[in-house]
């Protein structure tokens, strides 16, 4: 059964390290998730979902600057043993809950254009594909920009 908690600083090594595996053409550094970690719990909310080892399959976090200001979902990632059980879904979920909360008025997230699993799944919870970001993962790797309204 998978379980989700909050993220904890603790926590920091495992990420880094299924960060190079997940994202291995533009990993985040422990440099960038210490900065990230930063603004925990006022501007950025990170969770993690755990197997029945209390292993970390997954993460995510979103980022909310100020109320009115749209949010910026930072990453989401889940092991591929653990695609297609819903994990991704309920992150989006909590994600979005936590920015109503802090008064965003919409969401905003970048996903490969390689990434069909990814992009179908936000399609299907409401995104829509506003731009295209050249080499915003590198050389040659796009990135579709996806937004979808938030309803308090």
Do not use: C
């Amino acid at each position: 059964m998978i379980s989700y908690r909050t993220a904890m600083q603790l926590d920091l090594p495992v990420l880094v390290s299924m960060e190079r595996v997940l994202f291995a053409d533009s990993p985040w550094s422990m440099g960038q998730f210490k900065e990230e970690f930063k603004g925990v719990p006022n501007s950025r909310y990170f969770l993690v979902a755990t197997n029945d080892e209390d292993q970390i399959v997954g993460y995510a976090a979103v980022l909310v600057v100020a109320p009115g200001v749209e949010a910026d979902v930072l990453t989401v990632a889940v092991l591929p043993d653990y695609t297609r059980q819903g994990i991704a879904t309920h992150f989006m979920a909590e994600l979005e809950k936590w920015s109503i909360s802090k008064g965003a008025p919409a969401m905003m997230l970048e996903v490969g254009t390689e990434n069909a699993s990814a992009i179908a799944l936000y399609e299907k919870l409401g995104y829509e594909n506003i731009s295209t970001r050249r080499g915003y993962y590198g050389p040659g790797l796009d990135a579709f920009v996806m937004r979808k309204e938030l309803n308090a």
